[in-house]
T-cell receptor, first 114, second 113 residues
Framework: EAGVTQFPSHSVIEKGQTVTLRCDPI?????LYWYRRVMGKEIKFLLH????????ESGMPNNRFLAERTGGTYSTLKVQPAELEDSGVYFC????????????FGPGTRLTVT | GDSVTQMEGPVTLSEEAFLTINCTYT??????LFWYVQYPGEGLQLLLK?????DKGSNKGFEATYRKETTSFHLEKGSVQVSDSAVYFC????????????FGQGTTLQVKP
């Protein structure tokens, strides 16, 4: 069974540019989460999808961040325009709605904004 | 709000040494507690968990006991190996089915031969 995959693994962009991160969850996992770790800090929750619906987006930092999950499969997280403080590692995780509720994490996308 | 505090790293140990990584939490209600591990170049993996007070989670020689009275979930291993070198994250969740995780800042462990 394939795990959670994320693309790209690393992205370097300039301030003001746009970047789109992609997450493919484990097949059959309706829960999908985005988290972010700024260098050396804790991993922070961004938002949670159940299928294509946003269940909780309380962690989204501001309206420069837009997450989508069309069709309830893969998800994208767009940052537009990117700022220096957006640099960090963005993790995606998925889990089953019906249980068990263990979250399976992808390897992360390292975003560097210069 | 809910939060997790981990001991500062990095932690450097010799092979076969005893490991303790401290973790304390603040939460309303009765959270579930987790330890995740991130090996170099990989995603986070669930190492162990405990869902109620006095539960002990264990896996791969690691153990942690849910202590409600001290709001702690310290990670221990009796004899570390070089292959245990990784970043360890303590986390909590106050909802078992929606599952939003709140993490500590992570502790880097380096084990030297």
């Amino acid at each position: 069974e394939a795990g959670v995959t994320q693309f790209p693994s690393h992205s370097v962009i300039e301030k003001g540019q746009t970047v789109t991160l992609r997450c493919d969850p484990i097949s059959g996992h309706d829960n999908l989460y985005w988290y972010r770790r700024v260098m050396g800090k804790e991993i922070k929750f961004l938002l949670h999808f159940v299928k294509e619906s946003k269940q909780d987006e309380s962690g989204m930092p501001n309206n420069r961040f837009l997450a989508e999950r069309t069709g309830g499969t893969y998800s994208t997280l767009k940052v537009q325009p990117a700022e220096l403080e957006d640099s960090g590692v963005y993790f995606c995780a998925s889990s089953q709605v019906s249980g068990p509720y263990e979250q399976y994490f992808g390897p992360g996308t390292r975003l560097t904004v210069t | 709000g809910d939060s997790v505090t981990q001991m500062e790293g990095p932690v450097t140990l010799s092979e076969e040494a005893f490991l303790t990584i401290n973790c304390t939490y603040t939460a309303t209600g009765y959270p579930s507690l987790f330890w995740y591990v991130q090996y170099p170049g990989e995603g986070l993996q669930l190492l162990l968990k405990a869902t109620k007070a006095d539960d002990k989670g264990s896996n791969k020689g690691f153990e942690a006991t849910y202590r409600k009275e001290t709001t702690s979930f310290h990670l221990e291993k009796g004899s570390v190996q070089v292959s245990d070198s990784a970043v360890y994250f303590c986390a909590l969740s106050t909802s078992s089915n929606t599952g939003k995780l709140i993490f500590g800042q992570g502790t880097t462990l380096q084990v030297k031969p």
